[in-house]
């Protein structure tokens, strides 16, 4: 008996982590994908006739801002609620953390409320959307922290409390025809399922059938023998090792690799870092003159002159792994890390090939979920769905306008890289050298509109 698949359109499909990683399931048809940037759907257009893709996917190529839903919803002959799962990560880069945050103002000129466009005109069964961690808190006014009640400043006003965007977001979930759609958000990282790479990111799950979603635990950790994971204290359950960067990309051979590589000012200052170091390794005349003002500076130092270790999964990808301050340079070789190996690390299928100038190729794997993340997501999809499909799709109970903030052990306590006067350079038996076990496993806040 052949098993259902359920149709799925991909928004802001960039280079199809998240699609990929749903076509591991072998339970999801996708039938279109909306893309604004020429080279990515190059990429997508070049998967599909390579036999990668569905023969007949359709590849948007526009501005979704400039997509009439209905028009586009119609073309692919989907009436509403006859969509099983729209999926797409809107780009949000003033909610990240990684960055300077700015005021929104008004978010419903954003892409995640043109996201929610969609979700109104599809009214899809399922809506799978992923994000930076940072949307979570962020607000919807911005007030610098010399500004902030605890610097003397006044009371936050409700606009500028943390968590306002998706607050407003979740409002306005509500509120679309085709609702009211229950939501659960799970803020995740894909090292604690296997992914060779820390990344935190948050999923969204929503449904039109009041059901409430859950997310399975992290399999996978750093299990310290000296303390005890939290994970055991829980579930009692043995969580096996973290992927590292050598199970991603050690057995890799490139004879002629594509790299976005160092300058050779930037490489004279990498070679005379080992294994796991970073710009703390070097001499302190050295790294006043390497980093300049940076070197006064107080946090988010830890990616200057950043050689990596093939023992620890690889940090968050970035889309450019040759910049000082947010350096990717390769654990033996003096070199950025290449675009096979960025793809390895997001866990692309090595077949998978990418288009554009080698800039856009980098942003496409730099910007992706996570493959194996979107397959966690996918598989909780799929059962969710046939849990549903054996009810005969009814509606669970009455609409709930409380939406769940599930916090799944996604922050990974950093390494040291100084104690005590000392440079720590990574060694597999220096605990100080080692990722922190987690303070806090799970935990569920809710937000009402």
Request: aromatic fraction near 10%; proline fraction near 6%.
């Amino acid at each position: 008996m052949a098993v259902k698949k359920f149709t799925t359109v991909s928004l802001f499909s960039g280079g199809m982590g998240l699609d990929a990683g749903l076509a591991t399931v072998g339970r999801f048809q996708l039938l279109a994908c909306v893309e604004k940037e020429n080279s990515f759907c190059e990429t997508i257009r070049k998967n599909r006739d390579s036999g990668r893709l569905p023969s007949n996917l359709r590849v948007v190529e526009v501005d979704i801002k400039k997509l009439d839903p209905v028009k586009f919803r119609n073309s692919l002959g989907l009436a509403p609620g006859q969509l099983d799962v729209l999926v797409g990560g809107p780009p949000c880069q003033s909610f990240s953390t990684a960055g300077k945050r700015e005021s929104v103002q008004d978010p419903r000129g954003t892409l995640l409320w043109d996201y929610l466009r969609f979700v109104e005109v599809f009214q899809p069964k399922f809506f799978l959307m992923e994000n930076v961690r940072g949307l979570l808190s962020a607000a919807l006014k911005h007030r610098p922290i010399s500004l902030r009640p605890e610097k003397g400043g006044g009371p936050l006003s409700e606009s500028e409390q943390p968590g306002s965007v998706i607050r407003l977001f979740c409002e306005d979930l509500q509120k679309i025809s085709g609702g009211p759609y229950h939501m659960d958000c799970f803020e995740v990282n894909s090292a604690n399922y296997g992914s060779p790479q820390i990344r935190e990111r948050a999923i969204f799950i929503g449904n039109r059938f009041n059901a409430q979603v859950e997310f399975p635990n992290p399999t996978h950790g750093f299990n310290d023998s000296d303390s005890e994971n939290l994970l055991f204290q829980i579930e009692g359950t043995k969580l096996k090792p973290w992927a590292t960067l050598r199970d991603a990309i050690g057995d890799l051979k490139e004879i002629d690799p594509e790299i976005l590589d160092f300058s050779p000012r930037k490489k004279d200052f990498l070679k005379m870092i080992p294994e796991g170091a970073n710009w703390r390794s070097l001499p302190v005349e050295i790294q006043k003159k390497s980093m300049g003002g940076a070197w006064v500076a107080k946090g988010g130092r830890s990616g200057w002159w950043r050689r990596l270790t093939f023992d620890l999964p690889c940090p968050t990808l970035v889309t450019m792994p040759n910049h000082a301050s947010t350096s990717l340079c390769h654990p033996t070789e003096t070199r950025a890390l290449s675009l096979k190996e960025y793809a390895r690390v997001q866990e692309f299928p090595d077949e998978w090939e990418f288009c554009g100038t080698t800039a856009e190729k980098y942003a496409q794997v730099g910007n992706a979920v996570p493959v194996r993340l979107a397959r966690i997501a996918g598989e909780v999809l799929a059962s969710e769905m046939d849990k549903l499909g054996k009810r005969e799709w009814k509606v669970t109970g009455s609409a709930t306008s409380v939406f769940r903030l599930i916090y799944i052990q996604s922050h990974v306590r950093t390494r040291s890289w100084y104690k005590n006067g000392e440079t720590v350079i990574w060694d597999e038996n220096e605990k100080l050298s080692r990722y922190g076990s987690p303070k806090t496993f799970r935990k569920t806040r809710v937000l009402s509109h």
